[in-house]
């Protein structure tokens, strides 16, 4: 009885070991009362044919409970498993002013960089999520310097 008490009790805080425990409770139980059973006497009268009965009865009912419990671990631990293979995606949305917050907090004064098609020098603005190179009319978009930044930034 304590392992099932005790289940039902981590079952709010460890719903997984809550439910192993509950079900080896029912497996004590059921045990106990198979031992008590075979050592009860082999002469059958009306009151063990009752006990029989409902020791029948009980034993159907816990085995339909263990087999609940045990696809309620299954799913909770198949929903675990797959949160892991396929994390949550998080949009993030990247401008000048969330780089240079960032490249400032690991040390490092970025004041220029060269446009990635012309190599021509480009003053980084403050706020913004792209600048125009003023050689080649192309845009540079801040996620794009952040691809590059990432390696130094992380």
Same mark, same amino acid.
Request: hydrophobic share 45%; aromatic share 6%.
């Given at each position: 009885?304590?392992?099932? &008490? %005790?289940?039902?009790? *981590?079952?709010?805080? #460890?719903?997984?070991?809550?439910?192993? *425990?509950? /079900?080896?409770?029912?497996? &004590?139980?059921? =045990? @106990?009362? #198979?031992?008590?059973?075979?050592?009860?006497?082999?002469?059958?009268?009306?009151?063990? +044919?009752? &006990?029989?009965? !409902?020791?029948?009865?009980?034993? +159907? !009912?816990?085995?339909?409970? /263990?087999?609940?419990? @045990?696809?309620?671990?299954?799913?909770? &631990? $198949?929903?675990?498993?797959?949160?892991?293979? +396929?994390?949550?995606?998080?949009?993030?949305?990247?401008?000048?002013? !969330? /780089?240079?917050?960032?490249?400032? =907090?690991?040390? /490092?004064?970025?004041?220029?960089?060269?446009?990635?098609?012309?190599?021509?020098?480009?003053?980084?603005?403050?706020?913004?999520? $792209?600048?125009?190179?003023?050689?080649?009319? +192309?845009?540079?978009?801040? %996620?794009?310097?952040?691809?590059? %930044?990432?390696?130094?930034?992380?």
């Amino acid at each position: 009885m304590v392992p099932l &008490l %005790l289940g039902l009790l *981590l079952t709010k805080v #460890y719903p997984v070991w809550g439910i192993i *425990l509950i /079900i080896l409770g029912v497996a &004590l139980v059921v =045990g @106990s009362v #198979y031992v008590a059973r075979t050592n009860f006497g082999t002469t059958k009268n009306k009151i063990s +044919r009752n &006990l029989d009965k !409902e020791i029948l009865l009980s034993s +159907r !009912e816990l085995e339909a409970d /263990i087999h609940s419990l @045990s696809k309620l671990v299954f799913d909770e &631990l $198949s929903d675990t498993h797959k949160a892991k293979l +396929r994390p949550t995606l998080r949009h993030v949305f990247v401008d000048f002013a !969330e /780089i240079l917050k960032a490249i400032k =907090g690991k040390g /490092i004064l970025l004041e220029s960089i060269e446009c990635p098609h012309c190599g021509a020098p480009l003053t980084l603005p403050k706020t913004g999520k $792209s600048i125009q190179c003023s050689h080649c009319n +192309r845009t540079v978009l801040a %996620l794009d310097l952040f691809d590059k %930044l990432k390696n130094v930034l992380m």
